[in-house]
C-alpha cells in the first residue's frame, strides 16, 4: 500500500509501548505496525505547515517568510525565559503569545541521552517527554506563565543539559540516575520567583517505553534533500525517530512540511 502526505510530527498515545502514527490529510498510519517490515519513503516536495504554499521548508516546517513572521516561532518558543505576554508586551502577536505563554508550564528533568532540564505546557505532559525519547521524566515545578518556567530553566542549566544528543538516545547507550533523588538537589536552585511552585510531594516519576526491537550501534541521519528515496526494514520508533536495520534513522520531526511517499 501507499500513502501520501505532508509530514507532520507523529502523534502518539501512552501505552506499554508508546503508540505512534503518522497522520496525513487523507489517511494515517500506525507505525507499530510496520515494525519488522520494508517500507519506501520517496521525497515529492514541500508544502509550508503555515501557509501551505508549496516553498522550500527553511526551518521547523516553515518556509523562509513564515519562520521570520509567524509568531508560533518567536524566539522565546526555544528561549522561554524571553517570553514577554506576562508584561502585555508582544513580541509578533500579543493576542497568540497570551494564550500560549499564559498558561501551566512545567519544568522537568529527563532522562534520555543524559539527565535534561526541560519546560513544557503541562497539555503536553508526557506527550514532550516522549517526542525527545526520553526513558524516565520527573516535574520539578508547575508555574502560571511561560516566562516563570524559563528563568528556572536558565538556573538549572548550568547543571543539567538542556539538550538532548540524539545518537546517545537512539543507541540506547544513557546511564541510569535516580530522577527523584535530582529532584530532591534542585530544589535550593530555583529562582525565588518560582519557589512556591516547587513540587515538594510529587514524585511521580513517568517511565516510558518505546516500540524498539534491537537498538543500533552506529546511526546515520536521512536526509531526504539528499537521499530523496530510501527503503528498509523498521526496526524501532523512539522520540521522534524511525529507526532502520541498517542503522539509517529518520527524523519526523526535522522533516516537517516535506511532502513524501510511503509504500509498504
Known amino acids: 500500500m501507499q500513502y501520501q502526505g505532508v509530514l507532520t510530527k507523529m502523534q502518539t498515545e501512552i501505552g506499554n509501548p508508546?503508540?505512534?502514527?503518522?497522520?496525513?490529510?487523507?489517511?494515517f498510519l500506525n507505525m507499530n505496525q510496520l515494525l519488522n517490515k520494508e517500507i519506501e519513503i520517496n521525497f515529492v516536495g514541500y508544502q509550508c505547515l503555515n501557509c501551505n504554499k508549496k516553498k522550500k521548508i527553511f526551518r521547523q516546517g516553515f518556509c523562509y517568510d513564515c519562520f521570520y513572521s509567524s509568531p508560533a516561532v518567536g524566539d522565546w518558543i526555544m528561549r522561554p525565559e524571553l517570553s514577554t505576554a506576562h508584561l502585555g508586551i508582544a513580541d509578533r502577536d500579543l493576542a497568540y503569545e497570551e494564550k500560549v505563554q499564559l498558561q501551566p508550564h512545567v519544568v522537568y528533568l529527563a532522562l534520555s541521552s543524559e539527565i535534561k532540564v526541560g519546560?513544557?505546557?503541562?497539555t503536553q505532559v508526557p506527550?514532550?517527554?516522549?517526542?525527545?525519547?526520553?526513558t524516565q521524566a520527573i516535574a520539578i515545578v508547575e508555574v502560571p506563565n511561560r516566562y516563570l518556567a524559563g528563568i528556572t530553566e536558565v538556573a538549572l542549566k548550568d547543571h543539567y543539559a538542556d539538550k538532548t544528543n540524539w545518537r546517545k538516545m537512539l543507541q540506547n547507550t544513557a546511564e541510569s540516575?535516580?530522577?527523584?533523588?535530582?529532584?530532591?538537589?534542585?530544589?535550593?536552585?530555583?529562582?525565588?520567583?518560582?519557589?512556591?511552585?516547587?513540587?515538594?510531594?510529587?514524585?511521580?516519576?513517568?517511565?516510558?517505553?518505546?516500540?524498539?526491537?534491537?537498538?543500533?550501534?552506529?546511526?546515520?541521519s536521512l536526509n531526504l534533500d539528499k537521499t530523496p528515496s530510501f527503503h528498509g526494514k523498521l526496526i524501532g520508533i523512539k522520540g521522534q525517530y524511525l529507526i532502520f536495520e541498517n542503522g539509517t534513522v529518520f527524523n519526523i520531526r526535522g522533516s516537517e512540511g516535506y511532502i513524501v511517499t510511503i509504500s509498504v
Open 177 to 220: 540516575f535516580d530522577l527523584i533523588a535530582e529532584k530532591a538537589k534542585v530544589e535550593s536552585l530555583i529562582p525565588a520567583e518560582a519557589k512556591d511552585y516547587f513540587y515538594a510531594q510529587k514524585d511521580d516519576l513517568y517511565q516510558l517505553h518505546y516500540p524498539v526491537l534491537s537498538y543500533p550501534a552506529k546511526v546515520a
Open 119 to 122: 519546560v513544557t505546557r503541562k
Open 127 to 134: 506527550t514532550r517527554w516522549i517526542d525527545q525519547g526520553a
Open 18 to 27: 508508546i503508540q505512534y502514527y503518522l497522520v496525513f490529510e487523507d489517511s
